[in-house]
């Protein structure tokens, strides 16, 4: 039996896409260092708690697994974060994925799929935003994504990897069961902090910024159903082993909607107040950030199917509503 690894299983994209794996019939094994996931996220009994860069780890689960393919998660993946700590996302991101991948392509491995970032574009010029528009990252957390798309290329070229980026949006949602969902602590996601307010948990959100030229001067985002994401994994490992080409691929759904119109459904699907507060900019916060969606959809056959705001935030809330604390632990 082949197997797949997951590297930040215990995270939140991470967990929901272990689970959907297994669903479909696949072994999987996951790596997490626990540092912001959380072990009750992991519901398969293969796990180990290690990180990225431990080379000798990396081989022992490749051969006792015998991994065909990996599934990369494992990151820092906060924005705000990165513009006060470059170091720690540049040494936390790059070198230890370019360790893992080396350790992988060592150990025989040759298919990845990578979790990228609507990051590495930066400020685009033109939105939606295509695969083809440039990459300039305006953030540590991009700069450190875009290099990883890089190394793989270069991975390619070395040692005939073959890959897939995904350049997610924003992923948002829980399980429809309500059996996992986010839970970062401290939490800094859009959603996540509208719903803690809605439960009491917070006074206010805070709205950063209400000058970008935007409809109604607040940043606007592509938000994408977690369990979509889960999808497009799948999809992307049934790629590569199909022997399709390498490549980068933007995930969401082509409609962006604004800080305020998810402040606005919130308080709609929750019935509660949700009071907000008027905030200076984020650093490093792009204005509008929406995907053109044309390429996983025509190559990999991927639409999302609960990603309208309405299911996103609904199931956010019944997670957050059984789990205000987040997981048991
Ligand atoms: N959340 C989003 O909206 C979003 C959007 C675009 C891209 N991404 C990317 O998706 C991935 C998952 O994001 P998430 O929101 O689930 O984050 P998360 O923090 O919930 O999950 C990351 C997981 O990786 C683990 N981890 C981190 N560094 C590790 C290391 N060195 N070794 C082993 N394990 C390590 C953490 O413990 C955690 O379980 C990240 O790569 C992130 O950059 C997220
Ligand atoms: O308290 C808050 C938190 C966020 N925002 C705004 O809400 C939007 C969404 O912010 P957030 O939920 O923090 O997500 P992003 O900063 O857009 O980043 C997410 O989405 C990126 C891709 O677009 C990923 O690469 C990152 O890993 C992931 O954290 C942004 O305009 C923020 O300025 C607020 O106004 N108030």
């Not at 290099?147 to 992923?171: D, S």
């Not at 999302?304 to 987040?326: F, N």
């Amino acid at each position: 039996m082949s197997t797949i690894l997951v590297t930040g299983g215990a995270g939140y994209i991470g967990s929901h896409t272990v689970r959907h794996l297994m669903e479909q019939g696949h072994e999987v094994v996951v790596l997490d260092n626990l540092r912001t996931g959380h072990r009750a996220a992991v519901l398969t009994p293969h796990f180990y708690v290690g990180d990225i860069s431990d080379a000798a780890l990396i081989a022992e689960i490749v051969h006792k697994h015998k991994v065909v393919a990996a599934v990369h998660f494992a990151a820092l993946s906060l924005v705000g974060e990165s513009m006060k700590l470059p170091t720690k996302y540049l040494e936390g991101n790059t070198i230890k994925s370019q360790q893992f991948i080396q350790a992988l392509v060592e150990n025989g491995v040759r298919r990845i799929v990578f979790s990228s970032t609507a990051a590495v574009y930066g400020m685009p010029a033109v939105v939606p935003i295509s695969e083809r528009s440039p990459t300039l990252p305006i953030n540590p957390y991009g700069i450190s994504k875009l290099f990883i798309e890089q190394y793989l290329q270069m991975a390619q070229t070395l040692y005939g990897l073959k890959w897939i980026a995904l350049r997610y949006f924003n992923a948002a949602g829980a399980a429809q069961d309500g059996r996992i969902g986010e839970a970062h602590d401290p939490e800094t996601h859009l959603i996540p902090l509208v719903l803690q307010t809605a439960l009491g948990q917070r006074n206010s959100i805070s709205v950063f910024g209400q000058d970008y030229d935007t409809p109604d001067g607040t940043a606007v985002r592509d938000y994408i159903h977690v369990e979509d994401l889960a999808d497009a994994h799948a999809r992307a490992l049934q790629a590569l082993a199909d022997g399709k080409a390498s490549g980068a691929y933007n995930v969401g759904t082509g409609r962006g909607y604004s800080v305020l119109e998810v402040i606005e459904a919130a308080r709609r699907i929750t019935g509660r107040p949700i009071p907000l507060t008027n905030a200076p900019r984020r650093e490093g916060d792009p204005a509008v950030l929406v995907a053109q969606v044309d390429r996983i959809r025509t190559e990999l056959g991927f639409v999302a199917q609960h990603s309208d705001l309405e299911s996103m935030i609904a199931s956010a809330w019944k997670w957050h509503q059984h789990h205000p604390e987040g997981y048991e632990e």
